[in-house]
């Protein structure tokens, strides 16, 4: 007898969400330079986004190497 097919999953729609969210951050660092967490967000439009999304963002831009933080907690594109 056949499996039935998966039930749908948000999973999905919130991983690709939060990497355009990430690649946001990282075009921002690289088209104004270094910056602290708070100029970051000011940049991206973080008060927009939904509440702990800027940084779950910023966690995987971290942890998939795509920035780094620099001396004085400036931000950098990697």
Do not use: C, N
């Not at 708070?38 to 795509?66: C, H, I, N, S, T």
């Amino acid at each position: 007898m056949p499996m039935p097919p998966p039930r749908p999953s948000t999973e999905y729609w919130r991983t690709e969400h939060l990497s355009r969210l990430a690649a946001q951050i990282v075009r921002a660092l690289r088209g104004r330079g270094p910056m602290t967490s708070p100029e970051l967000q000011a940049a991206v439009g973080a008060e927009f986004w939904v509440p702990g999304e800027y940084d779950k963002a910023l966690a995987l831009a971290r942890g998939d190497g795509m920035i780094v933080r620099g001396p004085q907690d400036r931000y950098t594109a990697a």
